[in-house]
């Protein structure tokens, strides 16, 4: 634990003597330093760190579900939307392999993704895509979710990228796929805010609680949205049924944050490849949209951003 926490920072420091940052003197990088291979060591003076100079200060959040095509990518950029049209900073990574399809909700096309950015030096202006009211994303490859694969270099690179993204954001949504998929747990296990998103169809609610069960569900924060109901009732009747079972069983305390109901708007947005919220802004999936997005800012406004990015980082290569 000590040894990758060490390297961690080590990784860390190495990341952002790169951005061309100072660095914190450590045993380690004092050690190494040019000086110290000097008879006469002087030990040169380094700046203390600033307390959070370092990083930004994004709330990170992972949006999964237990089984696929419940509108994971729909809410996350539609949601993103909305935020952004109450003065957010939002990016999303889509981090979804099998139908990484954010572009395609955006009516955009990515030619380039993080892996360009990891393994080809590519520059992180060209990975990444401006969207409606500035949106930025980021195609995530398989660079994000598939760490073990990534060598030391290549994960100072990631963590470069992440906090060049944590600086300049409100909220970063990592779009995944299902949740049962192992490289999405273990990236869920990195984040404390989560979106899960279920449907009323009964398999989408078990699945859920196989995602809630595997991620360590106690010091988490797992949101819900039920998408696709088709009333308010059936939407609080699926909440009841998974938070009843997950405080029962796993100790889970669950939030409601919202609904979106079944919406033809919502196929004619995907269909004319524009987001609904700016295509049909009063619709009635616009609308609880909205109703969302003012929540989470809400909670914000509450409780601040209880995401540190140290701590996301600390349990992503732990
Ligand atoms: N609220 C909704 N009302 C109607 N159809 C929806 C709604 N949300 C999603 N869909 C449908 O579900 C499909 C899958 O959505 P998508 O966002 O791609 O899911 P996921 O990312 O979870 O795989 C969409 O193509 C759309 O047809
Ligand atoms: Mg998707």
């Known amino acids: 634990m000590n040894d990758q926490a060490q390297r961690l920072r080590d990784l860390i420091n190495k990341s952002r003597a790169e951005r061309g940052e100072t660095v914190a003197p450590t045993k380690q990088n004092l050690v190494s330093s040019p000086a110290s291979n000097l008879k006469e ?25 237990g089984k696929g095509g419940v509108g994971k990518t729909n809410m996350t950029v539609n949601l993103s939307i909305a935020l952004q049209s109450l003065g957010k900073r939002v990016s999303v990574i889509d ?6 399809n954010v572009d395609l909700a955006l009516g955009m096309v990515s030619r380039y993704n993080l892996l360009h950015y990891i393994k080809q030096d590519m520059p ?31 994960i100072v690179k990631l963590v470069n990228l992440l906090s060049i993204l944590n600086k300049s954001s409100d909220y970063i949504f990592v ?32 699945d859920a609680y196989a995602v809630i069960k595997n991620v360590n569900p106690v010091d988490k924060d797992i949101k819900i949205i039920v998408n696709m109901a088709d009333s308010m009732k059936e939407s609080s009747d699926v909440f009841n049924k998974l938070q009843i079972v997950a405080d029962k069983f796993l100790g889970a305390k669950l939030t409601h944050l919202g609904s979106v109901p079944n919406d033809v708007n919502v196929r004619n ?10 295509k049909f802004p009063n619709t009635a999936a ?16 509450k409780v601040g951003k209880t995401n540190s990015f140290k701590g996301f980082l600390k349990r992503l290569f732990s």
């Open 41 to 65: 060591e002087k030990l040169t003076f380094v700046p203390p760190v600033q307390k959070r100079e370092d990083f930004g200060d994004a709330r990170i959040i992972t949006v999964t579900s």
């Open 95 to 100: 981090a979804d392999l099998g139908l990484a």
């Open 124 to 154: 992180a202006e060209q990975i990444t895509m401006t969207g409606p009211l500035g949106l930025q994303v980021i195609s995530g490859g398989s660079g994000l979710l598939d760490l073990v694969n990534l060598n030391d270099n290549e």
């Open 175 to 206: 779009d995944t796929g299902a949740g049962l998929n192992k490289s999405v747990l273990s990236f869920i296990e990195a984040t404390k805010e989560v979106i899960l998103v279920v449907t009323p169809d009964p398999t989408s609610i078990t």
């Open 269 to 278: 947005g995907i269909r004319a490849q524009e987001p609904f919220y700016l």
């Open 286 to 301: 616009s609308k609880n949209i909205r109703e969302i997005a003012n929540t989470l800012a809400q909670i914000e406004q």
